[in-house]
């Protein structure tokens, strides 16, 4: 996961192509990370002392970790814990692209860090995104700070990555009262509290959920493909009003309903948090307690 943040930071700044990106992100899939490299990504060795290893190991045939305890430059947990980050996914993705001689080494922490500071990240959130786990990774773009706006966003996120596709990014959240779009399937939810649950797109965006939870191939958004949006958002928040309800807040669930070409009007914000599936863009959109219209 990334490989899909910063390589598309990448690509936008014109630091990497576009194939180059899709061939970064389909090798990384089959990456195995050598162990010299994340020694010295995780400043536990030099390049030079990795690199002298690696030509030990051109020798003799011997495992990097074993060489690297005789020679007296690790220490045995050091060399688990090595392993345990084979499968890190920003390790894969610079092994990736160094192999392929698209980017150094130094050029990649350069880029990193105006990635960082252009984002306005702090090494914790860049930490997040480096570990590929989308519950560390959702806090660093939506921050509300309303409880039940943060947990609803949450849930449907994860519900997304489950259900629909497990390789998404996402965007800063940011806060609107007006909204037009091309295409919208949104929910009500009623009770102790009123809730607004909506995915919008420009045009045929939306068939990235569409398809993959109805496991069909829409062409467009016509209504069964509206209808499995719809069904998606009824789920999630049907998980999402179980939850509540343990914790005594009763909320009722009105049928979904789709909208093309029209707009959302409310009195108080909606949360827009736009995520990237395969490549397009959908947006997410949440309300509570406020009167959200369409029109």
Avoid at 2 to 30: A, R, T
Avoid at 94 to 105: A, C, P, S, Y
Avoid at 251 to 259: C, Q, S
């Amino acid at each position: 996961m990334f490989g899909l943040y910063f390589g598309n930071y990448l690509v936008e700044k014109n630091k990497i192509s576009q194939s180059q990106f899709e061939d970064v992100m389909m090798q990384q899939q089959k990456t195995r990370v050598k162990l010299g490299l994340i020694a010295a990504a995780e400043k536990l060795l030099t390049n030079k002392q990795a690199e002298e290893i690696n030509a030990i190991q051109k020798k003799m045939d011997s495992r990097f970790g074993d060489i690297a305890i005789e020679k007296g430059y690790l220490l045995n947990e050091e060399v688990t814990y090595l392993l345990n980050m084979q499968g890190n996914p920003f390790l894969q993705f610079v092994q990736v692209v160094t192999e392929n001689n698209i980017l150094t080494i130094q050029e990649i922490e350069d880029y990193l860090e105006e990635y960082k500071n252009s984002n306005k990240f702090s090494d914790s959130d860049i930490d997040a995104i480096k570990s590929g786990d989308i519950d560390r990774i959702i806090p660093v773009f939506i921050d509300d700070d309303a409880p039940l706006i943060d947990e609803c966003l949450s849930l449907t996120i994860r519900n997304i990555v489950r259900f629909v596709n497990n390789n998404i990014v996402i965007k800063k959240s940011y806060k609107v009262r007006d909204y037009s779009f091309g295409a919208l399937a949104m929910q009500y939810m009623e009770g102790d509290h009123e809730f607004f649950v909506g995915f919008a797109s420009k045009e045929n965006e939306l068939l990235a959920i569409a398809n993959p939870f109805a496991k069909e191939e829409f062409t467009e958004m016509d209504v069964d493909a509206f209808d499995s949006v719809c069904e998606f958002i009824n789920c999630t928040n049907g998980l999402y009003a179980s939850k509540l309800s343990l914790e005594d807040i009763h909320i009722d669930m009105a049928p979904p309903l789709f909208y093309s070409e029209k707009k959302i009007t409310s009195k108080g914000d909606i949360t827009v948090v736009p995520i990237i599936i395969n490549g397009v863009q959908a947006d997410l959109l949440v309300s509570v307690n406020n009167k959200v219209g369409i029109n």
